[in-house]
């Protein structure tokens, strides 16, 4: 007999979102898992390469009562011309993101299949 039972355990299931860049795939895909998965991985470097995009999709997962965790690519590809300013770079917007968002953001999914380029090719 074990000391120690476990107790009820929290787990995620999740669901990915791994092409587009349109709110309203997000938003479709949100409203059909809400009722069975806690966790959407935003996986979509086209997404998260548009500061406003990446901001609003964000927000409505957060809103939906639904965890998340974002893909971040190379960190030269988020620049002004993508709507994150000199100085705002990716690492100010995960710093802001994890204070306006506290458990909901449960990290940020740095690499995407390491050497995935040079196998392609």
């Known amino acids: 007999m074990f000391s120690n039972p476990l107790t009820n355990r929290e787990f995620n299931v999740v669901t990915g979102f791994a092409y587009g ?3 309203s795939e997000v938003q ?5 898992v809400e009722s069975y998965a806690n966790l959407i991985v935003l996986n979509s470097p086209a997404l ?3 500061r406003t995009a990446v901001d609003q999709y964000t927000y409505y997962i957060f809103n939906s009562g639904l965890s ?11 620049n002004a011309s993508s709507g ?3 100085g705002n770079t990716i690492f100010f917007w995960i ?3 994890s ?5 909901k953001l449960l990290g940020i999914y740095r690499f995407d299949e390491p050497g995935g380029n040079q196998l392609d090719r």
């Open 84 to 86: 994150y300013p000199i």
């Open 21 to 23: 860049d349109q709110f």
């Open 95 to 97: 710093g802001n993101a």
């Open 68 to 78: 998340f965790i974002v893909r971040i690519t190379d960190s030269n590809m988020y």
């Open 48 to 50: 998260t390469f548009n």
């Open 99 to 103: 204070q306006k968002y506290g458990n």
């Open 28 to 32: 479709a895909l949100g409203n059909e």
